[in-house]
């Protein structure tokens, strides 16, 4: 049987849903043709079209999560751009699930979102806060729009990262970590450029409250426009931007809202121009350098460990959370 790890549901080989988490009848529209599957690049491929059409000379070529750079080198990131959500009584989000092996940091810009886990630990993070969630050993969640803040709708930013922990660190305890815009503070850019929040990590004087497993660097960079930013960050580090707003060059290369700017190993120095106001997210850590596997919502080294993973989940070994 094959299970979607995200949304819990359980196909037959046949196609058809044996399972939805919560549910005591299963629509029939629940099901696929059948599913073939393939392991490519170190993802599982499922074809839920006609099986007669299904051929691995049409999988598309991808980034193998192998890579234990894939995040930062490929722009994998799950950003969620500016939307307006209208107001609801159902808030929109995602149910129970699971996940093991790194972290989901979540940086609210705009909107409130709320988690729950299996651990009991929780929380609402509202515009300026984050959420750093170890899930390590093992977790499930949920993560939803807070309840009051759907009711009214409005516009939702927000950024959530996937952050690896390394082999000696994923089967620590989970750990929880509600970090409020005035634990993150703000501290003055140089010459009016603007203003730098610091997750994680230092800028100056200036230390985030997360705390982090390997040396990360996490920045909310304000940028007026008013003048240049120099940043510089040990060379064989990882050094990412993300654009949240706004336009501006990184090293004389332009880089527009929604664009990943991941830094060559030989430049992490950094000079970032903005022509008119402008908001970054900068990402820095040192390289972990393990094998990754990743599957769904686990990020391990070994195939063994992904599939130890999945029969700890079904057995009931993450614990328990009401949807
Ligand atoms: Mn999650």
């Not at 299963?26 to 007669?52: F, K, L, M, N, T």
């Not at 300026?128 to 409005?154: C, F, I, N, P």
Request: proline share 7%; glycine share 10%; charged share 20%.
């Amino acid at each position: 049987d094959l299970r979607c790890m995200y949304h819990g549901f359980k196909f037959a080989p046949s196609g058809r849903c044996v399972e939805i988490p919560g549910e005591t009848t299963i629509p029939e529209i629940a099901r696929v043709a059948s599913y073939p599957v393939e392991s490519r690049h170190s993802w599982i491929w499922v074809w839920i079209g006609d099986p007669a059409k299904a051929d691995a000379a049409l999988i598309p070529p991808a980034v193998g999560l192998d890579d234990a750079r894939w995040v930062l080198r490929h722009g994998q990131l799950d950003y969620a751009a500016p939307f307006d959500f209208e107001p609801t009584e159902h808030p929109g989000g995602v149910g129970v699930h699971p996940h093991r092996g790194f972290e989901t940091v979540t940086l609210a810009f705009e909107g409130s979102v709320a988690h729950h886990d299996s651990t009991g630990a929780g929380g609402v993070i509202h515009p300026g806060d984050v959420q750093w969630m170890t899930a390590a050993s093992g977790v499930l969640h949920k993560e939803y729009h807070e309840a009051e803040w759907a009711r009214r709708g409005g516009r939702f930013h927000m950024v959530q990262l996937v952050v690896n922990l390394p082999a000696a660190h994923k089967m620590d305890p989970p750990r929880y970590q509600g970090l409020t815009a005035e634990q993150i503070g703000r501290s003055d850019l140089p010459d009016g450029a603007g203003i730098v929040r610091v997750v994680a990590g230092r800028y100056g004087d200036h230390v985030g409250p997360a705390e982090t497993v390997t040396p990360i660097n996490l920045w909310d960079l304000q940028l007026t426009g008013a003048a240049p930013v120099q940043l510089s960050f040990p060379r064989d580090e990882t050094v990412a931007l993300l654009v949240l707003d706004g336009s501006v060059t990184v090293n004389g290369t332009a880089a527009n809202h929604r664009d990943l700017v991941v830094l060559d190993d030989d430049g992490t120095d950094l000079t970032v121009d903005a022509a008119e106001p402008a908001r970054l997210l900068l990402l820095n850590g040192t390289r972990i350098d393990e094998p990754v596997v990743a599957y769904g919502p686990f990020v391990m080294n070994t195939r063994t460990q992904i599939m130890e993973a999945i029969q700890d989940f079904e057995s009931g070994a993450f614990g328990h959370l009401d949807d």
